[in-house]
């Protein structure tokens, strides 16, 4: 029921911003992550947002560049992307899980995904 659909990737060079959005519709009430992957890199942990308390916690390669926001009333949740590095190339997919998610890092506990968008770094 939940329908996740991302906007906002594209190509940037090193160093510069990117904004994804996650807009979702079925629900309010879900812990969403933002999760990435390439052809070089498993699927890796981004970032997420906790529905309970609204928490935030960032795989370690990205923390201090990118952060992680929600807007509930448009059911959107946002990934300010800073300082980007030729290495974050990948496509980006949203997720959706319930609030009782506790191992928010691992993918398998994500019930719901949006088809996926492409974040391309140049140097």
């Known amino acids: 029921q939940v329908k996740l659909v991302e906007s906002g990737g594209g190509l940037v060079q090193a160093g510069g911003s990117l904004r994804l959005s996650c807009a979702a519709s079925?629900?309010?009430?879900?812990?969403m992550a933002w999760f990435r992957e390439s052809r070089k890199q498993a699927r890796e942990f981004v970032s997420v947002i906790t529905w309970t308390g609204s928490n935030t916690y960032y795989g370690d390669s990205v923390k201090g560049r990118f952060t992680i926001s929600r807007q509930d009333a448009i059911n959107t949740v946002y990934l300010q992307m800073n300082s980007l590095k030729p290495e974050d190339t990948a496509v980006y997919y949203c997720?959706?899980?319930?609030?009782?998610?506790?191992?928010?890092?691992?993918?398998?506990?994500?019930?719901?995904w949006g088809q996926g968008i492409q974040v391309t770094v140049s140097s």
């Open positions: 079925g629900t309010t009430l879900y812990t």
């Open positions: 997720a959706a899980a319930p609030p009782s998610l506790k191992y928010y890092s691992d993918y398998i506990g994500y019930d719901y």
